[in-house]
């Protein structure tokens, strides 16, 4: 990905959302447009962004049942019961949405014990006791306990268990709780606006809408949702009285939504529900179309307005030119005998001091065109034992600055490898993860002819040497 291209994605990465299937190229492109960090999405996932069941609903669930664990070690307590009450609120209050019976069950589980601290604690002052009133509600003049009445609007025939409840006075209170809010007026709730295809669900499961086109309830708390193609479009946490009636109306209706889709052009009004849902994904998102094999056309939806969006023209290795600087430690061989052939009177010429184990480092500025690289740098040589005499001085150093030319991943070059020799070398790069790559060179000092200090010429020695290593590339 091009610097300019990866900055943006940092700084403006949106997720792209595909009206219609494009080609696996097409697709690529339009994501390294927009900087998107995860997979493409249908438009049923910008339809539920908001209202899809996330983590934060996993989380709810997990925080309900270790809320319920950590109480119960109140329940023999003095006045433990308040401290029932009060910790199992939130918990309770934070489940809105249910997935299956076992999540059902996990939420009955609380609010029985909750209903359980409510009636041994109020007793008979339930009814007037202000301190009760966020606990009570009334069935047909009976005042009984909320939270156990919220539980039998969960799950109307399910009987109550010693592991529920442990106290038996409070199980046969449930018992007469769940008679009196069974025989109160069911509720109804219709559900209107739902997406072709989509299920009503009640409290975790399916239901059935009656002929009457609503589903009938047990008063009480409920979790409605409407689900497309496993995602929860939407979501409603309702508590409802004996015979009353209310509307579900899906916020983003296929009417709504197909009325958007096909209107779409800059400046187009954000449908709210369609804005929410833009928020919920980060504030920006771009919807594409394809427009044949190797193009689309693009919008940039954000929660205010509509853009029209651009795709770069595809890029070829042949015309993409990019400037790098690049670093590089090596280590490895040299072969040399000017040292002694200057000086043969203090240096033998032993095999062992004619190779010499080196490091190197090196510094470069690379154009690439394409797949072809050209640049220059200078590579600081290291040779150990195999000091350079110029002048009165002598020095290990062995600077080669040269120019080089080649592809990417190999190129020859040519310099000065001071402080004797012209020289020619191979070297090649492999890029192996982010910046890093791997080098190796090769290069050959040609020999000449020097003049030592008392006037006598000499040849210079062949001088090849060979290194590898790591670099950085920026």
């Known amino acids: 990905m091009p610097l300019i291209s990866w900055l943006s994605s940092l700084a403006f990465g949106a997720d792209v959302v595909w009206l219609e299937a494009p080609s696996d190229s097409l697709r690529a492109r339009v994501a390294e447009a927009a900087g998107a960090t995860r997979g493409d999405l249908a438009p049923i996932d910008l339809r539920s962004a908001s209202t899809q069941w996330t983590p934060a609903d996993d989380e709810s669930l997990r925080r309900l049942e270790v809320a319920l664990k950590d109480v ?24 809105t949405a249910l997935r299956d019976e076992n999540d059902r069950d996990r939420l009955f589980a609380a609010l029985a014990y909750q209903g359980f601290a409510a009636n041994r604690y109020f007793d008979t002052g339930l009814p007037t006791d202000p301190e009760a009133a966020p606990f009570r509600v009334e069935f047909n003049g009976l005042v009984v306990e909320r939270p156990w009445a919220n539980a039998v609007a969960l799950t109307p025939t399910r009987e109550i268990t010693p592991y529920d409840i442990a106290e038996a006075p409070q199980r046969v209170a449930f018992a007469r709780v769940r008679d ?3 025989q109160a007026l069911p509720a109804s709730v219709t559900p209107k606006d739902l997406p072709a295809g989509a299920t009503f669900w009640v409290d975790g499961a399916a239901a059935q809408v009656g002929a009457s086109g609503n589903v009938k309830v047990t008063p009480g708390r409920h979790l409605f949702a409407a689900v497309l193609d496993d995602r929860v479009v939407a979501r409603w946490d309702v508590t409802l009285a004996p015979g009353t009636s209310i509307d579900a109306t899906v916020p983003l209706s296929d009417a709504v939504w197909d009325a958007f889709i096909a209107n779409l052009g800059p400046d187009v009004q954000v449908p709210e529900a369609v804005a929410a849902n833009v928020k919920a994904l980060g504030g920006e998102v771009w919807l594409a179309r394809p427009n044949g094999s190797s193009d689309a056309t693009l919008f940039v939806l954000t929660p205010d307005g509509v853009r029209k969006g651009e795709l770069p023209k595809p890029q070829s290795d042949s015309d993409m030119v990019r400037v790098s600087f690049a670093v590089g430690a090596t280590a490895g061989w040299m072969s040399s005998g000017d040292f002694y052939t200057q000086d043969p009177v203090t240096y033998a010429p032993t095999k062992a001091a004619v190779n010499s184990p080196t490091a190197a ?46 592809l990417k991943w190999v190129q020859l070059s040519g310099g000065y490898l001071l402080p004797y020799h012209p020289a020619a070398g191979l070297h090649a790069t492999l890029p192996v993860a982010g910046a890093f790559e791997l080098r190796a060179n090769g290069v050959l000092g040609f020999p000449g002819e020097l003049t030592r200090d008392d006037g006598t010429v000499y040849a210079t020695h062949l001088t090849p040497l060979a290194d590898a290593g790591i670099g950085l590339r920026f």
């Open 180 to 182: 009196a809010v069974l």
């Open 72 to 95: 119960r070690a109140y329940e023999a307590r003095l006045d433990g019961e308040l401290v029932i009450l009060r910790d199992l609120a939130g918990p309770i209050a934070g489940v």
């Open 361 to 406: 480092l090196d510094v470069g500025l690379d154009v690439d065109f394409g797949v072809a690289r050209i640049g220059a740098g200078v590579a600081t040589l290291a040779a150990f034992g195999h000091p350079a005499i110029s002048g009165e001085g002598q020095s290990i150093f062995r600077p080669y600055p040269h120019v080089r030319a080649g």
